[in-house]
């Protein structure tokens, strides 16, 4: 059997023996919108919840996706840009705010990689730097004591917009809704605290209303004051299905049974060997994204199977602070991490090595990806120059009738055991 797996912006492909069983563990094949342009309009100009909608005089700050994640601002940004224009705002009183969160900062030269080249020419765009603190404002605490730091541009504007896609998540369960805004543009101390709550047992894939680091974005959304969402529900293959827009918070109620539906994958036990991608770019487009297809792949993993990443990374960690801490002198196995992590408590970054090493701890990880063997090592995964490779090691060592799953589309794939 020829399997294909999604890599960068092409293709692995490996053979494996008809003689094993193979399951594809992956979201429904559902078809995208047939007229995405008139879908999105349809959503803007009839909104979920009580919303208003901008008005003259008006100041605007629209949250964006960085380039981390395949958000289609071509067709979602348009109809919220005549919605501002017919309400009388001009141009120049709107600003858009590339949410990163605590991803490195994009530079000028990339906003074209995620905005439509009219829209890139007439509008002012900043970019997110959650790291200075001089660009930040302080809006108090949350009831589970996260400090929340705003971007100013973002929190200074009459009118708040947030415009994103929703899917599963790690740990908040599902990105979307108030989470581009509360998360992308917070400050490192917001995001540091939020993201400290992911220990918590219901902190989880999945999992929404009783999830803390989910609710306490909620809570940071209502802090902020979000006047207006739009986001999307994307296929496997990053086609737009459906949009909702209005009251970020109704739009959650409405879009996660649908995004369960689709993502949701029912598994009947735990597999030995899975072959894993996030799904190609740009959800492999460093290992702080592909890790996330990592983490969901192990869900469904017996103790001491092996998991096969093939994640092209070639923007290497995505994380210098992430990089700098796993690659340092005191790291040189999983138990290591966890020694260190513990003792310096939660940190952005770091928390990534955690991750990373609470899978790799039980399960055998090999990673293909764009990046020095060495480094690799570094990162206490163990490289492999190819599939095939890779798949013959693995194969080699399973033991008698072995569990076999593909995961090609893993960051956005909800795998759930029957028993669950």
Known sequence: MQIQIPYAKTQLIADIPDSYTIDIVMPKDHPPADDPDAVVKYAVYHPIGNVKPPQKGQT??????????????????????????????????????????????????????????????????????????????????TSRGTPVYLNTDYIQADYKIVVGNIEPHQFQGFSGGVKSAAIGVAGKKTINHNHAMMTDPNAKLGSYDANPARQDVEEIGRMIGIDFAVNAILNSKKQI??????????????????????????????????????????????????????????????????????????????????????????????????????????QVGPHKAFQVSRDASRIHVMLISDMDADFVRKLLLHPLSDLQTALNKALDNLPQNARIGIMPFANSTIPMLNNE
Not at 75 to 103: K, N, W
Not at 252 to 280: E, N, T
Not at 304 to 323: D, H, K, M, N
Request: aromatic residues 10%; hydrophobic residues 40%.
């Open 60 to 141: 605007v700050a629209i949250a964006i996706n960085d380039k981390t994640r395949p958000v289609p601002h071509e067709y979602l940004l348009p109809p919220i840009l005549e919605g501002i224009r017919q309400a009388g705002i001009p141009d120049e009183d709107v600003v858009f705010v590339i949410a990163t969160g605590t991803h490195p900062v994009m530079p000028p030269s990339e906003y074209l990689w995620i905005l439509p080249e009219d829209i890139f020419n007439r509008y002012r765009i900043v970019c997110h730097d959650a790291y200075n603190d001089a660009s930040l404002t302080y809006l108090g605490d």
């Open 241 to 346: 299905i459906t949009a909702l827009a209005g009251d970020p918070v109704e739009i959650m109620k409405v879009a996660i049974p649908q995004v369960k539906d689709i993502y949701q994958v029912p598994v009947s036990a735990p597999y030995d060997l899975m072959i894993v991608s996030p799904g190609g770019y740009p959800k492999d487009i460093n290992v702080y994204q592909s890790q996330k297809g990592l983490a969901h792949a192990c869900l469904v993993m017996n103790e001491g199977g092996t998991v096969i990443l093939c994640a092209a990374c070639q923007e290497g960690t995505g994380s210098q602070a992430y990089e700098s801490w796993v690659t340092d002198e005191q790291i040189h196995s999983h138990d290591d991490v966890f020694t260190r992590f513990e003792h310096e408590g939660f």
